[in-house]
């Protein structure tokens, strides 16, 4: 193996200073530029990790345009204070793309986590 192999890249340790509320394990959260789900349970100032790779099943916003196409782009976007799945790009943050359609009544989506800010 290459001597200068650091990690796989596919979880992110979040600094204790960076998250400022209580967090939930599997809420999906944004660290700046990449969208991720937290690992573990915790609260304001504590240390978490940040799966930015793989797919996962999570809230999301419902009403016109918020459904997805498989293989299409998704986003999140604050909703009632918390972040969703959404296909709309308007004001959103790019996380990856749909891993299974979603309707637009649906409260929930299939996302395959980009792991990259570059899917905008």
């Known amino acids: 193996m290459a001597t200068n192999f650091i990690a796989y890249g596919n979880v992110l340790d979040v600094p204790a200073n960076i998250i400022t509320e209580a967090v939930t ?4 959260w944004a660290l700046n ?3 991720g789900i937290l690992l573990h349970d915790g609260g304001a100032n504590a240390s ?3 799966q ?3 797919v996962f099943q999570g809230a999301k916003k ?7 196409t498989q293989g299409k782009k998704a ?10 799945f959404t296909a709309d790009a308007t004001g959103a943050q790019a996380a990856g793309i749909h891993y299974v359609a979603s309707g637009d009544n649906d409260t ?3 996302v395959k986590l980009a792991g990259v800010a570059a899917v905008a």
């Open 108 to 110: 929930t989506a299939q």
């Open 52 to 54: 930015i790779e793989g």
């Open 33 to 35: 530029d990449v969208v």
């Open 62 to 68: 419902t009403g016109a345009s918020s459904g997805g």
């Open 48 to 50: 978490n990790q940040l």
């Open 25 to 28: 394990a599997g809420q999906i």
């Open 75 to 84: 986003y999140v976007i604050a909703d009632g204070g918390v972040l969703k």
